[in-house]
């Protein structure tokens, strides 16, 4: 486990607000010096905390304009399985290991509801997917 201390976290929180900001700015607003953020930012690259940079969209302008969240029920041991061959899904974003009644949370992103329901389809086929439940997402609130 990684530990971050208070000027890690601001960084990041900077970094989350606009990841896009120079580093001068990021400096000015954390009252340290522009090499300091940037090697703080090296740092955390090089540990895996920040393992990228992304562009987020306008929802209207998503390419993928229906999303959900899909909780998915394995039987046995075959999570590790059927975690590759949700990967190779193009559908499915982001796969997420949870605790409680299910076993993982799937992401998904698709062009209409006919998309989404073959999907759906193609995941509960998956040998070992023993129940699922999704919720279609509406309105974003934050992010």
């Given at each position: 486990m990684t530990?971050?201390?208070?000027?890690?976290?601001?960084?990041?929180?900077?970094?989350?607000?606009?990841?896009?900001?120079?580093?001068?700015?990021?400096?000015?607003?954390?009252?340290?010096?522009?090499?300091?953020?940037?090697?703080?930012?090296?740092k955390l690259l090089e540990r895996g905390v920040i393992q990228g940079f992304t562009v987020v969209l306008r929802p209207?302008?998503?390419?993928?304009?229906?999303r959900a969240i899909t909780m998915v029920e394995i039987d046995g041991n075959s999570t590790d399985r059927i975690t590759r061959r949700l990967q190779g899904l193009p559908s499915v974003t982001a796969i997420h290991a949870t605790n409680g009644r299910w076993d993982l949370v799937l992401e998904l992103e698709v062009a209409s509801l006919e998309a989404f329901d073959?999907?759906?389809r193609e995941i509960r086929q998956i040998e070992g997917v023993a129940n699922s439940e999704s919720n279609l997402l509406l309105a974003r609130r934050k992010g």
């Open positions: 530990v971050l201390d208070e000027t890690d976290r601001a960084l990041l929180a900077l970094l989350r607000a606009d990841a896009r900001q120079p580093l001068t700015s990021l400096a000015a607003a954390l009252d340290l010096s522009r090499a300091t953020v940037k090697a703080r930012i090296d209207e302008a998503e390419i993928a304009p229906i073959a999907a759906l």
